[in-house]
DNA sequence: GTGTCTATCTCGGGC
DNA sequence: GCCCGAGGTAGACAC
């Protein structure tokens, strides 16, 4: 990893066009040919950037990072006007190790459907649609089709996405479930309305890490 | 900024939970609270990150980021093996300026209905429903309503969200067109099986900087 | 604070 | 290559 200090301007030109006047900024180029340029707010997001695989060029003050991107091109041009402080480090990159994400809820219901509701048993995960799989297709008591659709949070595209899936799903009479960690109220309002049900669930009693909510009010 | 290079351990408990495993990243401090980790590759995303309002505390080898995040809290641990390197720099913070975003389309369809069909004109820009604003609504030769949606790319969503609008906007008989730079093939199908008619518009050209495409064919 | 929408979204997977 | 869906999405703005 290469990082500069510098005085510099810079433009963008590609999906839409940028220019960051005059000042003193933090560029960093990484092995893999990222180019990123922060300042001293402005939090996550870099000002300007560029993913790999790029060009990077340069010209004496100039610096040019380019990136086909289709037919036309992508281009980021640096000018720098005092270089401060200019410095190379090899770093790692070891993958960073995610845990509670949306696929480890779909592994939890899949192993216990019946908390979705009573008698369901799982008949496939991702089962295929035309347009996308839906997450969990499931069968009741009465040999009923239901289709589980599982998000971290349950928002009104969620239920717009479920709601595609039914209509495409050729199956008559298939219910839907909506299933996440929290469920926002016009979510659920808007799948009432459709007739689909919708079940909160959490991911640590799903793996028996913590008793059920109840027990906070019998303590 | 403050910049360390250093071999380290983070962890991050909040939202969900992560680890990255001892190797040699780059720690940034922003003036405004940001902190982020970034390593080599990965692009643009910090491998972890937190945005302000942050409190960092240090204890040796042991730096804690924090951030209330509703009743819980998230947490970033860092445990500093070996510092390789650690500097500070005063950086400006000036903004960037954009040019080719949504709202400059929204301008410029605004001041030229009738490219979107014939006799339209404008009633109004951001006409609020219960579910948020239709950007542009406005009446054509008939006097009959006429509900856009501008994007930059249109999508699925982009027609399920006009969709939404006009189930709600409560008046007969109003049409809706999606306006945007591209519109992906998917959903210009779902567009057509609702009655939504897709027109697909180049801001250079309505900006009169640009010769619309026929002159392409004409040279 | 919720709710909604934009984003040079990024990123990954499937076809 | 395109298309779709997840994301600790982040960030902005309205209510």
Not at 157 to 181: N, T
Request: proline fraction near 5%.
């Amino acid at each position: 990893m290469r990082l500069i200090v510098a005085r510099c301007e810079v433009t963008y030109t590609g999906r839409l066009s940028t220019v960051l006047p005059e000042a003193t900024r933090l560029l960093m180029f990484k092995d893999d040919g990222s180019f990123l340029v922060h300042d001293d707010a402005g939090g996550y997001k870099p000002l300007n950037w560029m993913t790999p695989p790029t060009i990077v060029e340069e010209y004496g003050e100039q610096i040019v990072v380019r990136k086909r991107a289709g037919k036309t091109e992508d281009r980021l041009e640096v000018r720098l006007l005092e270089v401060l402080s200019e410095t190379s480090h090899p770093l790692d990159a070891t993958p960073l190790e995610k845990d509670g994400i949306e696929r480890h809820l779909q592994e939890e219901l899949a192993a216990q459907p019946g908390v979705l509701g009573d008698g369901l048993h799982l008949v496939r995960r991702e089962w295929p649609t035309d347009i996308g799989p839906v997450d969990l297709m499931c069968r009741d008591g009465n040999g009923d089709w239901v289709a589980v659709e599982i998000k971290r949070i349950g928002t009104i595209d969620a239920v717009e996405q479920l709601g595609r899936y039914l209509e495409r799903i050729g199956i008559e009479s298939c219910r839907g479930v909506l299933a996440a960690q929290s469920i926002k109220p016009q979510a659920r309002t808007l799948a009432e309305s459709r007739g689909i049900r919708c079940v909160e669930v959490d991911l640590a009693v799903l793996r028996g890490e913590r008793e059920p909510e109840l027990t906070l009010f019998a303590e």
